[in-house]
């Protein structure tokens, strides 16, 4: 059974950080394309950024935002700095086939986590 658990969350302040993590099980880690996407209320989950030999973000992000892995630890990180109220969402880490998935495409991806919330106050 894949489980991915998103953790890290909480409230903050523009301008301060925070780092999010995600840890699998039931998959080779190792293998697969790690993503995070965003959800902010009203909104249609977006694209924040993803990692497999390379990593790859949204324009809204770069430079502020950092994806990583630890693939001994099955894990993925988002680091997120200089937070604005607009990055204000639920964010979830997705994994995905790497001969399947679309980085951007959150379709493409085969298991999600159940999400951890981000508020980011002025």
């Known amino acids: 059974q894949v489980q991915l658990v998103e953790s890290g969350g909480g409230s903050v302040q523009a301008g301060d950080s925070l780092r999010l993590s995600c840890a699998a099980s039931?998959?080779?880690?190792?293998?697969?394309?790690m993503g995070w996407f965003r959800q902010a209320p009203g909104k249609e989950r977006a694209f924040v950024a993803a990692?497999?030999?390379?990593?790859y973000y949204a324009d809204s992000v770069k430079g502020r935002f950092t994806i990583s892995r630890d693939n001994a630890k099955n894990t993925v990180y988002l680091q997120m700095n200089s937070l604005k109220p607009e990055d204000t969402a639920v964010y979830y880490c997705?994994?995905?086939?790497?001969?399947?998935?679309?980085?951007?495409?959150?379709?493409?991806?085969?298991?999600w986590g159940q999400g951890t919330q981000v508020t980011v106050s002025s």
């Open positions: 039931g998959i080779i880690f190792s293998r697969y394309v």
């Open positions: 997705a994994a995905g086939d790497p001969l399947r998935v679309r980085v951007g495409v959150q379709g493409s991806y085969a298991y």
């Open positions: 990692i497999d030999y390379s990593t």
